[in-house]
Nanobody, 120 residues
């Protein structure tokens, strides 16, 4: 089992910045991809950014150039630096970890989510 705990959400004005953190604990070995997803009211959960254990990153077009995902493997911690925030970034942000449970099979784990609200 893997436990994920997010922190760092809050209320910020448009143009401001926030930094989200996600600490992984438990059986954290063989975690490959970690990522951030978000879900706004009435909308589906969507990918924000992912990062592999080797540091390769992927971003949603809507956040490219504004958000940066990083990972500290020694501390089992995932970060999301969010700059130039917009009201449309308002959502609950979820941390995700994909654990390799056997060859070719990955199991997803999710955090409880942290609210980010951007006022105009």
């Amino acid at each position: 089992q893997v436990q994920l705990v997010e922190s760092g959400g809050g209320l910020v004005q448009a143009g401001g910045s926030l930094r989200l953190s996600c600490v992984a604990s438990g059986s954290t070995s063989s975690i490959n991809v970690m990522g951030w997803y978000r879900q706004a009211p009435g909308k589906k959960r969507e990918l924000v950014a992912t990062i592999t254990s080797g540091g390769s990153t992927n971003y949603a077009d809507s956040v490219k150039g504004r958000f940066t995902i990083t990972r500290d493997n020694a501390k089992n911690t995932l970060y999301l630096q969010m700059n130039s925030l917009k009201p449309e970034d308002t959502a609950v942000y979820y941390c995700n970890a994909e654990k390799n449970i056997r060859v070719g099979v990955f199991w997803p784990y999710w955090g409880q989510g942290t609210q980010v609200t951007v006022s105009s």
